[in-house]
């Protein structure tokens, strides 16, 4: 869906690397907005600083209101100095996404672990899970111990390209049971309040995918 998108002096950009589309994201911060284009913070990662050239196209990406805007713009100037920065063309457009209808990505991804919690937060049933699909909303898990709709969990996972793993707390909105053919329960779940870093993480992992997938000619 494509959108007009106002960019800001403090919003969070992450920015995907033109030569490796499908690594690590970087991260900058917007610092100025004039007719004539952005002026953004040099893009880092991990203290790692991301080359770029004037005439460059590099893919960004951010989470206003609710919604994640994806957009391609060209470098026109870098700049090291004191307060390094580089300064792009301004998005007219951008890729636009609902909370709600957040694109859901298919994996098989088994947890280091996966706990059903009580109201207390407090660990009450182990779990043997595996994560089919993921989106920055919730997830889809394939358990083979019942679960009730309603239920909190907890799951902690590794992302490929994400230095540390994602800790997030679910409720279990529907669960599905076997089929004659199928030994385990199918748990659609919804995050519970998560952190804005760990959803970000979580939104960088499925968009490095999805251009990579892209680049694949898979969708």
């Known amino acids: 869906m494509a959108s007009f998108i106002d960019l800001k002096p403090g919003t969070r950009l992450n920015v995907t690397p033109p030569e490796d589309p499908a690594g690590a994201t970087y991260e900058c911060v917007v610092r100025q907005v004039t007719p004539r284009g952005m002026r953004v913070s040099t893009p880092r990662r991990d203290g790692d600083v991301l080359e770029v050239v004037p005439g460059e196209e ?4 951010t989470m206003l209101h609710g919604r994640i805007y994806r957009f391609t713009v060209a470098v026109r100037l870098v700049e090291f100095v004191e307060n390094d920065s580089i300064t792009v063309e301004l998005p007219a457009e951008a890729e636009r996404t609902e909370r709600r ?23 009450v049933q182990r779990l043997n899970a595996i994560v089919l699909d993921i989106s920055g909303g919730g997830m889809l898990l394939q358990v083979r111990e019942y679960i009730p709709s309603g239920a909190r969990l907890r799951v902690v996972l590794e992302l490929e390209g994400e230095p540390l793993e994602v800790d997030m707390l679910l409720q279990a909105l529907s669960v599905q049971r076997p089929s004659t053919s199928a030994q385990h329960y199918r748990v659609n779940c919804q995050f519970i309040d998560p952190d804005r870093r760990e959803r970000e993480r979580v939104v960088r992992y499925i968009f490095r995918q999805q251009v990579e997938m892209r680049r694949k000619g898979v969708i």
């Open 101 to 123: 209808a957040y694109y859901r990505l298919v994996t098989r991804i088994e947890p280091r672990l996966a706990v059903r919690l009580d109201d207390a937060g407090k660990e």
């Open 58 to 61: 590099i893919a960004m990406f």
